[in-house]
């Protein structure tokens, strides 16, 4: 297994420090001209709204995901196993069928657009696809059950004496939650939060189709130095530091996941 997970990976990193050739191979001398070239401004930038992207995709998922994690967790074991199946039920189909679904619902001549249209709210068609926007809401529907999975859990075995407690000693709903309910959930919300915002770096699919040439994340980089420009050394290059960076946001997750005391929070 681990040969499964090395292999790979070194052969990523062996390939960005070679040379493109002329045809779209590889080629002598090793150099560190791919890393380099990461540096440009370009790059940078498309790196820099890949990270934006990732965050408020993150953000938009707690907030949606966490009141209707509290209510599956809080409702009747009856209702909680059909209430966990519609977070699930979406898993039985593939992503890219999803994503198509939510062009017919954002383009021109679409759902939405048509539906304005005949109400009388809109005269013109908005312009709801091949945007930031677009690629955001794809992002969202496709990360929200990431996000509420490990909230579910977290929340589900809250000890509720602990609430009784503070309701006891004069504590406001509000301030119950602020103060009892959120600390004790704060696993959960970082585990989704991880969970949500690295696989949203990567994502290339969801651009291309919601986004289209406006729209070039870090994951689509990647993907056309592979498929379209074959400049697999600066695309295996562009790996590896996205892979860094992935890995610096789980050191600092398994760090703010500890306490002074060094003990673990979940």
Known sequence: MVALFLLPLLLI????????????????????????????????KILWISCVLAFFTTAICLVLGYPFAYIIARSP?????????????????????RTYAWIVLLRTEGVINTLLQQMGIISQPLSLLYNETAVL???????????????????????????????DLGAKPLQTFWKVTLPLTAPGIMAGSL?????????????????????????????????????????????????????????????ISKDKSGKELM
């Open 77 to 97: 074991a009856s209702y909680r196993n059909i209430l966990l199946l519609l977070i699930i039920v979406p898993f039985w189909t593939n992503s890219l069928i």
């Open 13 to 44: 990193l062996g390939v960005s420090f070679f040379s493109r050739s002329t045809f779209g191979g590889i080629e002598m001398p090793l150099t560190l001209e791919n890393y380099v070239r990461f540096i440009d401004p370009l790059y940078i």
């Open 195 to 255: 969970l949500v915002f690295i696989p949203s770096l990567g994502l290339f699919f969801i651009p291309d189709l919601m986004g289209g040439s406006k729209t070039v994340l870090i994951g689509n980089l990647i993907k056309n130095q592979f498929l379209t420009a074959r400049d697999w050394p600066f695309g295996s290059a562009s790996s590896i530091i996205l892979m860094a960076l992935t890995l610096l946001f789980i050191t600092a997750y398994i760090l």
């Open 137 to 167: 809401i794809g992002l969202v529907y496709t990360m929200l059950p990431f996000m509420i999975l490990p909230l579910y859990a977290s929340i589900e075995k809250l000890d509720r004496s602990l609430l009784e407690a503070s309701s």
